[in-house]
């Protein structure tokens, strides 16, 4: 029985290694992968709002957003429930009788409005 020593040892130990933490497996000229540390985030441009274009929200309209107050939303509610209405039809539809399928989804919300929040 003869015990060989690890890869990792041999790397660790290897005095022609500058760093161990060196990742063996990256090719020559690969680019090095992100530091999600060290990545800084990308500022959103602040949103000017036009107070003339302000609507109050009625029941049967859609708002845009995230969160638990737009997905409580009655109009969001609806949109959803015709959606998953029209899921199994869409499914089984070509791109052009989707497309037909999403203008009617979209359609169907009319009079009514999507708004932002």
């Known amino acids: 029985l003869s015990v060989h020593p690890s890869p990792k040892s041999t790397v660790a130990n290897d005095p022609s290694a500058s760093s161990p933490n060196i990742s063996i497996d990256r090719v020559k000229g690969s680019p090095k992968p ?5 990545k800084k985030k990308k500022k959103r441009k602040p949103r000017v709002l036009d107070e003339s274009r302000v609507a109050e929200p009625t029941d049967d309209d859609v ?3 995230r969160g638990p107050s737009i997905n409580k939303h009655p109009g969001n509610i609806k949109f959803r429930q015709r ?3 029209l899921h199994s039809w869409n499914v089984k ?3 052009q009788q989707k497309e037909k399928i999403t203008n009617l989804l979209v359609q ?3 009079p009514h409005r999507f708004l932002e929040k």
């Open 34 to 38: 992100s530091n999600p540390i060290t």
């Open 63 to 65: 708002l845009f957003g």
């Open 83 to 85: 959606a998953c209405d």
């Open 93 to 95: 539809s070509s791109k």
């Open 108 to 110: 169907s919300v009319r």
